[in-house]
């Protein structure tokens, strides 16, 4: 078995290979759909696998790769997903990890590590983030319409709304898989931007909030949203990564605890924790 880099003409037999080997309702469409993102385009890799001189695989560590700004300086990032070995093959499975981290160009990040893979990132040097998520009720609360305060969910509509920077989140992020965009504000506060995706929490509908530009309008706007999130979407909470709020509070929120972690390898540098957007949690969600 060989390690060797997937390129766009592998990616069809990987995805099913990846659809073989996960448990999920993901077919290989699916996981097709979720490596070919618009701003993978330029991506160098689709991650690594092991290979056989007839080209069978025996194994498949993914990489959803992107360019994000942080600060004011454009850096590569590499999100690890996805990582299957086949029995036969477990020893070689660290060479798969080791070849994508060696591409030291890039940050690289985990959002859905296994306890076993977990301890390999700390081992390797990832830092750890505890996921925080703080559950917020939608109760109806009374607003005034009007007050020049605009929102809207269609990236169209709310595109010319947002700054240079988040018009690329949004256009980047318009046709993932389920996600959906809200923008709210007016021109002279300046415009709150969230990804979120409806989901079931208890069985009962939520929202699964993503990212959040300006989470102080969040708060200043917030009986606007709880409704739109209540009355559009029919969702009773919403929850919020704690991250996303940069320590703003919203009513009645309560914090969770969900026992998972994030984990980034920053290479040494000072570097902010990084959002999901550009991750499987959003294009492989539910795989």
């Known amino acids: 078995m060989q390690v060797e880099p997937i390129q ?3 990616l069809e037999r990987v995805c099913a290979y990846l659809s073989d080997r996960f448990a999920t309702a993901c077919t290989a469409a699916d996981w097709l759909r979720g490596f070919q993102q618009p701003w993978q385009r330029s991506a160098p890799n689709h991650g690594y696998m092991l290979v056989d001189e007839s080209g069978a695989i025996g194994g498949v560590i993914g990489a959803i790769h992107s360019q994000q700004r942080i600060g004011q300086t454009p850096r590569a990032v590499c999100n690890m997903t996805s990582w299957v070995v086949d029995p036969p093959y477990r020893q070689m499975g660290m060479k798969l990890f080791l070849r994508l981290i060696k591409q030291r160009e890039s ?3 985990n ?6 893979v977990e301890a390999i990132l700390k081992a390797y040097g990832f830092t750890p983030y505890p996921q925080q998520v703080l559950a917020v009720p939608h109760a109806p609360r009374p607003y005034l319409p009007g007050g020049g305060v605009r929102a809207a969910e269609s990236v169209e509509e709310f595109l010319p709304w947002l700054t240079p920077a ?3 989140i949004a256009s980047d992020h318009q ?3 389920g996600l959906r965009q809200l923008a709210i504000g007016g021109p002279a506060t300046g ?3 969230l990804l979120f995706f409806t989901a079931r929490c208890r069985n ?3 929202i699964d909030v993503i990212d959040v530009d300006k989470p102080e309008l969040v708060k200043k706007y917030w009986p606007r949203i ?3 999130f209540l009355f559009s979407h029919r969702a009773l909470v919403s929850r919020w990564p704690l991250q996303t709020l940069n320590g703003h509070t919203l009513p009645f929120g309560r914090l969770l605890r969900t026992g998972g972690t994030d984990y980034q390898l920053n290479r040494g540098d000072d570097l902010p924790r990084l959002s999901p957007l550009y991750s499987e949690s959003v294009t492989l969600r539910g795989c």
């Open 8 to 10: 766009q003409d592998d």
């Open 107 to 109: 940050i690289i990040t």
């Open 111 to 116: 959002y859905s590590a296994s306890p076993t």
């Open 166 to 168: 988040r018009q690329r």
């Open 175 to 177: 046709g993932c898989h």
């Open 191 to 193: 415009f709150a931007h």
């Open 204 to 206: 009962l509908p939520c």
């Open 226 to 228: 709880a409704s739109r």
